[in-house]
């Protein structure tokens, strides 16, 4: 089982006395780590599955480390293992303990936008820029695992006290609808664990061995689970890597990694510094720049992979010349090395940025997909129109009851929607049920029950024809009864309205066909949109594509052929980091975008920009100049400080000569025998 492991990893896999951090970086196998230790806690220290729990992040990367142990042992061995990402097991543990909190077990997930609609009728402003921050400053005050009554105490200006107040109307909002948001996932069980020392100490006995992921990436409320859980035997290894720890923003705790030290004194660090992805010139780079990081643990990264190309990191004038010259250079080096579009990506530290390179993609007639792209099913336009027809299928469903009885508006208020929560929650039973019983009836006034009668009446008449009836029509025809299309454009500005519209267009022709050709009525169409959404997301890697990504998204992925585009000030390290000293975390994203990849780099940068319609000459990023000048090759404005070696003057010709060479032999003149 550890034949295939290096010293390090193996180390990692056996070490069973107590906590352990293993300082993973990238590259260096730290899923095989996880997985193998997994495999050992069975075979070896006769462990059930089922007191084991592997806590990662994304879907993605608790699939992949499900499909890895199951290629280590027989599915019986593994039989009660859980998997999942720290949300996914923070709603288990709601599920089973949702009395102890006053929720019934079929409470309703509210998705950020969801959220957006609540904090919006709160502040009652459309004002789209307002309201993301609201959700992100509630969101981070529950990360950090401060209560609406405690931020309201902590309010040190108006500003602060009237955010306080809103989170405490939102948080009575859910409460009311039997709701829950991302957050609260992990926010509850950990307060429950507070609350009730019994539920806490079932919880600790089932979880007996933890392993936790990307741990630099966890946020206070998820340390306090892994703490709680462990507290009594210590038992977890958690997997990180302080050098790649990109996500203050949405809550990450670094600190999290010099706590683990406090808390648990007989802490074991082992380091894994063998790289499996990169040659020695990338990763020669990415030490370089990281090293003007303060460390908390020092680590550097080595592979036996064999030296490399030399970095190259080149001049544009301006963003149409940065993308030409990213599609010409992309286009030779396929051409010179045989290589598939697939094995390409271009990466970028904004969304805007990848306009002009979709554009010119485009021109060039070169493939491409958008990695960490939002899926189609996903959009509000397309969710809004799902939750009819989720409830069409179930009408229990209560997060589908609450978005379509609020969009589009309907006549039903807040305070009747917060009694029929509160009704529902006392008989346990769900909205849609709850609506049409005599006891609820009796609470609200007649004008303020009708609308939300005439709803549960359509939904019922919708839900017996979509028995029977096809798919797309019957589609249409909703459409058309709850006035979406006017909706859209009475409560968005023109253009992003008319897109939306468009998608839903585009929807309602997918399901109509869908429907047809596989012979399903709208219900079983739902049914199977889930699963469509899944496998969506696996067909990208089947491709030959290039694949654009922010730089964000692209952590945990790996490309043999990387373009790393617009790195200069104010991009990257972007300009609210520098204003408000978070440029330590932009040189870890520099660092993360590097170690994506395996065998060549090409970082390019402006020497002037378009910035509010007038052109500006844009610095360089400091991050380049912190390279391993010997292993890099300077075009532009930095080679005039950095003297060019022999050996990258010989690495152009040799590339000039391949290309001239590669050419004429496609050439239809050529003559050669």
Known sequence: MLD???????????????????????GSGKTRVITQKIAYLIEKAGMDARNIAAITFTNKAAREMNERVGHLMEASRLRGLTVSTFHSLGMRILREEAKHLGYKPQFSILDS??????????????????????????????????????????AESEGELHLARVYRIYQDTLIAYQAVDFDDLIRLPVDLFEQNAEVLKKWQQRLRYLLIDEYQDTNTTQYNMVKMLTDITGQFTAVGDDDQSIYAWRGANMENLRLLQTDFPKLHVIKLEQNYRSVARILKCANAVIANNPKLFEKTLWSDLGIGDPVRVIEAKNEEHEAEMVAFRLQDHKILHNTRFADYAILYRGNYQARIIETTLRTHKIPYVISGGQSFFDKAEIKDVLAYLRLFANENDDPAFIRAVTVPKRGVGNMTLERLGAY?????????????????????QAQQYEPLKTFCDFIGRMQQRALREPAGPLLRELLEAIDYETWLYDSDDPKPAESKWKNVLEFLQWVGKYGEEKGKGL?????????????EGRDEEEVDAVRLTTLHASKGLEYPHVFLIGCEEDILPHANSIETGMVEEERRLMYVAITRAQ???????????????????????????????????????????????????????????????????????????
């Not at 295939?4 to 990238?26: F, H, I, S, T, W």
């Not at 009728?121 to 009554?149: C, G």
């Not at 219900?523 to 496998?535: F, S």
Request: proline residues 4%; charged residues 20%; positive net charge.
């Open 4 to 26: 295939k492991l290096n010293p390090a990893q193996r180390a990692a896999v056996m070490y069973l006395d107590g906590p352990c951090l293993v300082l993973a970086g990238a």
């Open 599 to 673: 065998r060549t780099l090409t970082i390019t940068y402006c020497g002037k920009r378009k910035r509010a319609g007038e052109w500006q000459i844009v610095d360089p990023s400091r991050f380049l100049q912190e390279m391993s000048t010997e292993d890099v090759v300077f075009e532009g404005r930095l080679s005039t400080n950095t003297p060019q070696t022999a050996e990258s003057r010989q690495a152009n010709h040799d590339r000039a000569s391949m290309l001239m060479a590669n050419l004429s032999a496609k050439s239809p003149f050529n003559l050669t025998p």
């Open 523 to 535: 219900i079983e169409v739902v049914q199977t949109i889930a699963l469509i959404t899944m496998l």
């Open 113 to 154: 936008a969801d959220a957006g609609k609540i904090i919006s009728d709160t502040l009652a402003t459309t004002d789209k820029q307002l309201i993301r921050s609201a959700v992100s400053r509630i969101s981070l005050l529950k990360n950090d695992r401060i209560s609406p009554e405690k931020a309201i105490l902590m």
């Open 424 to 444: 529902a929650t006392e008989r346990q039973i769900s909205l849609y049920q709850a609506a049409s019983e005599e006891g609820f009836i009796w609470q609200v």
